[in-house]
């Protein structure tokens, strides 16, 4: 069982930042951590994600506007936003690859808007 704990989420004001983080429990190594995003009528999206030996990918939607890291000791991700568009506006949802299978958060919601 891996228990998955989001924080950072709530509104910003288009072209404001924030940041995002992600704790998993768990003595192991996960293979893969990373954001995806829902936005209402639309499908899950990866935002960006890092693997254990930090090869990190992002989304089209948001290249160049997030940054992504990992502390491998705690288990944490954070996700930096910049230049957040009310397009952004969506729940934000930290997803765990372990050897165990895949495992997701509850999920937190960011609103951009003014």
């Known amino acids: 069982q891996v228990q998955i704990v989001e924080s950072g989420g709530g509104l910003v004001p288009p072209g404001g930042s924030l940041r995002l983080s992600c704790a998993a429990s768990?003595?192991?190594?996960?293979?893969?951590m990373g954001w995806f995003r829902q936005a209402p009528g639309s499908q899950r999206e990866l935002v960006a994600s890092i693997t254990r030996t930090n090869i990190t990918y992002f989304g089209d939607a948001v290249r160049g506007r997030v940054v992504i890291s990992r502390d491998s000791g705690k288990n944490t991700i954070d996700l930096q936003m910049n230049s957040l568009k009310p397009e952004d506006t969506a729940v934000y949802y930290c997803k765990v690859v372990a050897p165990s299978g895949d495992w997701w958060g509850q999920g937190t919601q960011v609103t951009v808007s003014s």
């Open positions: 768990g003595r192991i190594t996960f293979y893969a």
